[in-house]
């Protein structure tokens, strides 16, 4: 009973001078602190900031999207939306109005639709990413963006088509 | 004109106004040691935007201090809540004065330096009391009422640990103490009464109320603890009260059992600084490594452990002493 005590507290000392050791070779090891304005975190991938547009692989100017509507209909915020030209060969037979039929099962002769313009209200987006998830081509993807700042709310709406462009612009510099 | 000046009176206000700078000063550097070492620990730069690695942000916090409101709370006993403070930062001029720095660089020696000092600090837990209860705060008087039963508990093993010192020597003098011992770390009293070093240390962290015997100002519970009503310099003065007990405890620590002045080369005041400073780390390093105790444990440290050893300590030393 008072060896078991005994131990017990020599143990308990013990660990004080582990517990020493710890924190000094903690104190001995490099910061690992990012000055932020004068330095910047080196990688920003596996970062999910707003989502943008994936260029297509042929065309870096052009993005992947089929304008299915798949993500304007998941999207719990509606924060998207997109416009796209209707298909031009068999533009008399088709019928529906928005073109999402047509855009999730292309036909061989069909033309894929042009996508116009691709919005998205980054105020109320919760970053679920479940556009990212659902699009079956793979056209949305997280963007990096972490020093995003605006003054007011209408710095946060994306049109995210132009986005895409300017950002093949610069690559192609 | 100088001729009608009794000398001692020179001499203590001369060394009065160094030891208020020395006290000031010190509580800059630590300030910013302390920040710097939780910091690196922590793998942060610590204070590093007011000036080159931040080394003017002490100097820029006292100044926000002395720059705020003196405010008193409503139902506070106004006299004592703002006598506290000074009560608190005076005994600490006191103790300096019989601090021996080096062989040349002593205010005063006295032959009861050392119960002088045990006195003087022990004055500290008055202002803590005075300051808890009037500041009509129900966290200011639960935390002054810790550091009283924590003073009065770590009161009996201090002053245990420093009786053999006191009987190998002889003496009260702090600078026949010091002296007493040789130049070598084997010479020191550390190397003869280990056990009444650790529990003079340790009792020196609970009576400076250092982690992990910060009870009386425990943040996650008592907000503050005594000074949690206290503004500007009325926290500075605490504040710097807290960093002279520090730097007093290592002083004291230093000359008792490292030795004081001397050192292996070159015996001076830069060995006792040197001494003291690395007394100072430890301490701020015990602050960044372990969690507060609770306060059974508190008292379980001091009464079941600390007391029996230290008499059984002082016991041994007696016989030893007697054959």
């Known amino acids: ?132 998830q659902n699009c079956p081509t793979d056209a949305l993807g997280f963007s990096n963006d972490v020093y995003l700042a605006g003054t007011g709310r209408q710095d946060f709406v994306f049109d995210l088509l132009a986005r895409l462009q300017s950002q093949s612009a610069k690559t192609e510099q | 004109m100088m001729d009608a000046i009794p000398t001692p009176v020179i001499v203590i206000s001369v ?96 032959n009861v330096g050392l119960i002088l000092i045990l006195a003087f600090t022990g004055v500290n837990v008055l202002a803590l009391c005075i300051a808890g209860w009037s500041s009509q705060n129900k966290f200011a008087l639960l935390g002054a009422a810790r550091d009283i039963s924590q003073s009065v508990a770590y009161e009996i093993p201090l002053l245990l640990s420093v009786l053999p010192i006191i009987f190998i020597t002889g003496s009260f003098n702090l600078f026949d103490i010091a002296s007493r011992q040789g130049a070598w770390p084997w010479q020191w009293y550390v190397t003869y009464q280990p056990v009444a070093f650790v529990i003079f240390f340790i009792c020196a962290l609970a009576e400076t109320n250092r982690n992990p015997f910060d009870l009386p100002e425990a943040e996650s519970e008592l907000t503050a603890g005594f000074h949690t009503e ?47 400073y690395i007394l100072l780390l430890i301490i701020i390093w015990i602050r960044w490594t372990y969690p507060r105790v609770r306060f059974d444990q508190l008292l379980n440290i001091c009464w079941k452990w600390l007391i029996p050893l230290a008499v059984l300590n002082l016991l041994v030393t007696l016989l030893v002493i007697a054959l």
């Open chain 2, 15 to 110: 060394g009065l106004a160094a030891t208020l700078a020395f006290i000031g000063l010190n509580a800059l550097v630590l300030v910013y040691l302390e920040r710097k070492v939780a910091g690196f620990i922590q793998r942060r730069p610590g204070p590093y935007e007011v000036g080159p690695q931040g080394i003017l942000q002490p100097v820029a916090d006292a100044l926000k201090l002395v720059g705020k409101q003196l405010f008193t709370p409503r139902g506070a006993d106004g006299i004592l809540y703002w006598l506290a403070p000074m009560i608190s930062i005076a005994p600490t001029l006191v103790c300096f004065l019989v601090i021996p720095f080096g062989p040349h660089l002593q205010i005063i020696n006295s």
């Open chain 1, 1 to 132: 009973m008072i060896v078991q005590k005994f131990r017990d507290t020599l143990m308990g000392l013990w660990s004080l001078l582990v517990g020493l050791k710890v924190t000094a070779v903690n104190f001995a090891s490099p910061e690992v602190t990012v000055h932020y304005p004068r330095q910047v975190v080196p990688s920003l991938e596996g970062y999910r900031g707003h989502i943008e547009l994936v260029p297509s692989s042929d065309n870096p100017q052009k993005s992947r999207c089929i304008a299915c509507n798949t993500c304007v209909r998941t999207c719990p915020g509606a924060c998207i939306s997109l416009t796209a030209s209707k298909p031009k060969k068999k533009e008399a037979e088709s019928k529906d109005s928005a073109g999402s039929e047509s855009g999730e099962k292309p036909k061989a002769k069909k033309e894929k639709p042009e996508l116009e313009s691709f919005v998205l209200d980054f105020n109320y987006c919760c970053l679920c990413g479940l556009c990212v």
């Open chain 2, 230 to 276: 206290y503004s500007g310099m009325g926290f500075g003065m605490f504040f710097l009260a807290e960093y002279a007990y520090m730097v007093i405890a290592s002083c004291v620590t230093a000359i008792l059992f490292l030795g004081g002045f001397q050192g292996p080369v070159a015996s001076g005041w830069w060995w006792f600084l040197a001494k003291v």
